[in-house]
């Protein structure tokens, strides 16, 4: 769409905001192991509603991994430059983004002028160390309990415990995209 209002007059993509907005991006070519940075123009509305996100997917060769979450910001219709850090996994030659955009009924995102870079250790070092100040400070408490099945697990690991043919089990939960998002 082109618009005399955006950043020097360049082309975007225009999203209005549906129940469930999902927009998947071509593979771009990222280098394995290393911090890059991605900035783009947005121009956005949510009305109220759920700020879009970017999720970056990693190809790394059996399925795609989602290893990044970053939420849009509400510019109120102006144009702003957005940016944001991430590294690459090891063993990764391309990744990819969605943008889910669960927005309200009036709600709008305008995209344009995507940049990718490859960004120092240094300047990805920097960036964390600010962005990690806007997070509440996170302590971990010991417990009585702490380590109170560590000899047993390890017995268990080693096939020590007296049981034989039992595997070592462990619960966990996978989730999908959409439990996640909401």
Known sequence: MDDQS??????YLQFIAGPNGLLRSPDFKVEAGKPHFMSLWVRSDWDGGRSPEFIFWYDVGLE????SYYS???TGGEWKRYGFYFRALSDTESAHF???FPGNENAFIDL???QLRSASEKEFSEAYKEWRKTMPIHLIRGTPDDGKYL???????????GIPCKPFVIWG???KLDEWIG
Do not use: C, Y
């Open 6 to 11: 955006a950043p020097d007059s360049i082309s």
């Open 173 to 175: 939960r996978r989730f």
């Open 98 to 100: 969605t943008l889910h």
């Open 64 to 67: 795609d991994i989602a290893i």
């Open 112 to 114: 344009a002028g995507f």
């Open 72 to 74: 849009l910001p509400d």
């Open 151 to 161: 000899a047993t697990s390890i017995a268990k690991f080693e096939g020590r415990l």
